[in-house]
């Protein structure tokens, strides 16, 4: 045994290192709560999977078609309507309440038909044998789901009332009409629950998934997921063809407006054109005028020349006010930009100036989005407000550039008057008449010219009208999964067969956190460098656990520590005689294990003696039905001699015990009245081994007393019962040697407490004495 010098040494604790083995073979002591969790989740995974409503995947792709460019001599007027799609707005449009709301109507999607089984409600959809139509809703319309049964004829129940099919009935649900569909004839009751239309429109804005294909793709996926497959499919097709047929309403609405802006042009330029070939037919006629004569043909022809340079320059300022007409209205009006005013663009004048172009795109633009974003929000949206002030600077930018191109015109305009007033002067000796006719020819020339634009541009607008298709196109139709994609059932059992694992993993480690019990031999060793003699497993069983012919794990256990009672001796030339048995607590087993040590050493061949010194809670005269009138109580009062209270064990050789007797009121004076020394004296010169079941050494003061008359002392520890705080009491009564040669007996281990030693290869046996059979029935509830 060390001495407290040498303990000295150990005090210091050292970090153990983890030990994963150790923390496998903890959490498999538990198997049985692992196989039981497992169980219980993988029934509630099936379950779930039973109430769940299974749901498939429906999927379709669009392609978003760029637009056209236009040709240059229509840029100005298609820069005010034209707008490149992106690919976010579309998607926008594509979720917009409008579109959700046209498909809810169209497929009658806030009337669900159920019908129940008994693990779930099934969703009938277009299998439903009736179809309800809500006429006038009421205050329960959309409160609880309407209960009807077919009962054959012509009428149907109403929550078990009698109504006529195919005509207006007035329901507490609203005034209804329900007609048969002659589907599903073997369903004869279900269930029909009625929504609003807006929370059936939001619901599918919710659900439906929109996205584009890549980060650089026009293509947008669209992904719904439904118990119903054939409803998911509906649902996606009358989306895509919602915005189609807004796309094209779209298109329709600009040419008819270019149309309109063209017509009411054409009407005015053919007034005007008529009033000058009257003019010049009125002129001729009265004046007799058939043909110009030679003279003054050149300047005629250089007087002519100069009028078509002036003429472009009129056609160019009739284009600006065209321009400037357009963006002063659009403060008082609405509408498309028609796409006439940039057919004179071609004309090398200051309107091909790319700044007056790039100003008229980015006002279409902004137009068109404002039209968009109207449809989405309200007009007084902020976005909207942002969008109608950067409209005005724009305005404010183009008004500006036409009134500087037009000083230029002007200019010009000034320049080529000049020049035909020269040319006046030259041709002065010829006839007014044929001047008169000249001025009236350039007029005529000038109406002709735009009268041609507009008539060709009009019919290019309603070639585009009549052509006019989407710029979608379906690239993957509307399908279905195969199978359910929600919940998977492999999937589901996996998750459900961890959460089984997980349950008592959580259980195990919060008890293992708040457990301040000891666990296992490595929590001695932690809190103390007491030697540890001996490991006992638990044991649950009646019969006999120490007989020579047994050969369990326990009955092994106990000869171990027969033998290595031997080392305690070893070095010393006292050899160990009396052993104390003691504890910090009740019910650790000390009892337990020193009588079947006696039994052990008995069945050795050494005369063996045990002694009941634990007083106050005596076990073992009651576990052998012995009578505690005479025992260490009588003998100590002095009523009792020594050989009246030896009392040989029935059934076995060499092995003798002295009960308590009578409880004594007071335990501690009769250990200090002097017989005690007398009573150990005699007991040495008798038997080869004296075994001392004392109190618990934390509770009372007995086995400080009886320890004086110990050789060596046994301290029971018992797994998942005693305190790790009673280990520091252990360390402290051998660190300072208040104990003879104290050791400790680790005791109940169960699964591993221990080094995990194997005595598999032993069997029980079933038969012999009755030895301590008694004995382990008194003692059984209380190692529990």
């Known amino acids: 045994m060390n001495t407290p010098g040498e303990k000295n040494i150990f005090e210091e604790e050292t970090q153990e290192p983890f030990n ?14 692992f196989v039981v969790s497992l169980v219980i989740t993988l029934a509630c995974a099936f379950v779930y999977l039973k109430i769940k409503t299974p749901l498939y995947k429906i999927q379709a792709s669009i392609l978003l078609k760029e637009e056209k460019q236009s040709n240059a001599n229509d840029q100005i007027l298609k820069s005010m309507f034209a707008s490149n799609k992106v690919v976010d707005n579309e998607i926008q449009i594509l979720k917009s309440y409008t579109l959700m709301e046209k498909v809810v109507k169209d497929l009658n999607l806030n009337v669900y038909y159920e019908t129940k089984t008994r693990s779930r409600n099934v969703e009938l959809y277009d299998k439903s044998p009736i179809n309800l139509q809500l006429e006038v809703e009421t205050s329960l319309t959309y409160k609880e789901p309407i209960k009807i049964t077919i009962s054959g004829g012509q009428t149907i129940l109403i929550n078990g009332k009698s109504y006529p099919l195919n005509e207006l009935i007035a329901t507490p649900y609203g005034i209804l009409k329900i007609t ?30 929109i996205k584009p294909s890549s980060s650089l793709s026009t293509v947008l996926d669209l992904t719904i ?12 097709n009358h989306l895509i063809d919602a915005y189609n047929e807004a796309a094209l309403e779209d298109k329709n609405k600009e040419a008819a407006n270019t149309l309109a802006f063209i017509e009411n042009r054409l009407k005015l330029l053919a007034a005007d054109l008529g009033n000058v070939e009257n003019n010049v037919e009125q002129f001729k006629s009265k004046e007799g005028i058939t043909d110009i004569g030679e003279e003054g043909k050149v300047f ?82 902020p976005l909207v407000l942002a969008i109608d002030a950067q409209a005005l600077r724009l305005k404010k930018d183009i008004l500006e550039n036409v009134e500087n191109i037009r000083q ?193 050493l008995a069945m050795a061949g050494k005369k063996t003696l045990f002694l009941e010194f634990d007083m106050r809670k005596p076990k073992l005269t009651m576990g052998l039905n012995l009578e505690s009138v005479n025992g260490l109580s009588s003998y100590l009062t002095g009523r009792s001699e020594l050989d009246e209270i030896i009392r040989p064990v029935p059934g076995q050789e060499n092995l003798f015990v002295i009960g308590c007797g009578a409880k004594p009121p007071n335990p501690v004076e009769l250990l200090l009245n002097g017989r005690i020394d007398k009573l150990f004296a005699d007991l040495r010169t008798r038997f080869d081994h004296i075994i001392i079941d004392a109190p618990p050494i934390g509770i009372v003061t007995d086995a400080q007393i009886l320890e004086k008359q110990a050789d060596a002392t046994l301290f029971v520890v018992r797994q ?54 008694d004995i382990v029935i008194g003692l059984k509830k209380k190692m529990r």
């Open 180 to 209: 048969l569909t002659n589907k599903s004839p073997e369903i004869k009751e279900l269930y029909v629950d009625i929504e609003p239309v807006n929370s059936a429109a939001e619901d599918l804005v919710n659900r439906i998934e």
């Open 225 to 236: 997921k439904d118990p119903v497959p054939q409803k998911g499919m509906d649902i996606i």
């Open 408 to 600: 230029n015109l002007n200019h010009a305009s000034l320049q080529l008057q000049i020049q035909n007033l020269h040319l006046e002067e030259e041709v002065r000796a010829i006839p007014g008449k044929e001047r008169s006719l000249s001025d009236i020819s350039r007029e005529e020339a000038i109406k002709n010219n735009l009268f041609d634009y507009l008539l060709q541009t009009k019919e290019e607008t309603e070639i585009s009208l009549a052509s006019a298709i989407s710029d979608s196109r379906t690239i993957n139709p509307s399908h279905s999964s195969i199978g359910p994609v929600e919940p998977i059932h492999s999937t589901t059992y996996l998750i459900f067969a961890l959460i089984g694992l997980l349950i008592p993993l959580i259980i195990i480690f919060v008890i293992d956190l708040f457990n301040d019990k000891v666990k296992s031999r490595k929590d001695i060793e932690k809190y103390t460098k007491t030697p540890i003699l001996g490991e006992v497993s638990w044991t649950d069983h009646e019969k006999p656990f120490v007989k020579d012919t047994n050969r369990s794990v326990f009955a092994e256990q106990i000869r171990a520590v027969r033998t290595n009672l031997s080392f305690l001796s070893t070095g010393t030339d006292v050899p160990v005689q009396s052993i104390l048995f003691t504890s910090s607590i009740s019910d650790e087993g000390k009892t337990f294990i020193s009588v079947n040590l006696s039994a052990s």
């Open 300 to 381: 005629v022809n250089s007087l002519q020349e100069n009028d078509i340079q002036l003429n472009q320059v009129k056609v160019e300022q009739s284009v600006l006010d065209n321009i400037e007409e357009y963006v002063k209205s659009r403060d008082t009006t609405q509408g498309t930009v028609p796409s006439t005013i940039s057919g004179l663009s071609g004309l090398n004048t200051g309107l091909n100036d790319p700044t007056l172009i790039e100003l008229i795109r980015q006002l279409a633009e902004l137009e068109k989005q404002k039209e968009n974003y109207t449809r989405l929000i309200r007009p007084d949206n």
């Open 20 to 33: 994963l083995k150790e923390v496998v073979y903890k959490y498999l002591s538990y198997w049985k709560w």
């Open 720 to 773: 998942n019962f005693t305190p790790k705080e009673k280990i520091e009491l252990v360390d402290n009564l051998y660190k300072y040697n208040k104990f003879k040669k104290l050791n400790i007996i680790f005791n109940g281990i169960i699964n591993g407490g221990g080094y995990g030693h194997n005595y598999g290869y032993y069997e029980e046996n079933d038969e012999g004495n009755n030895l301590l059979n």
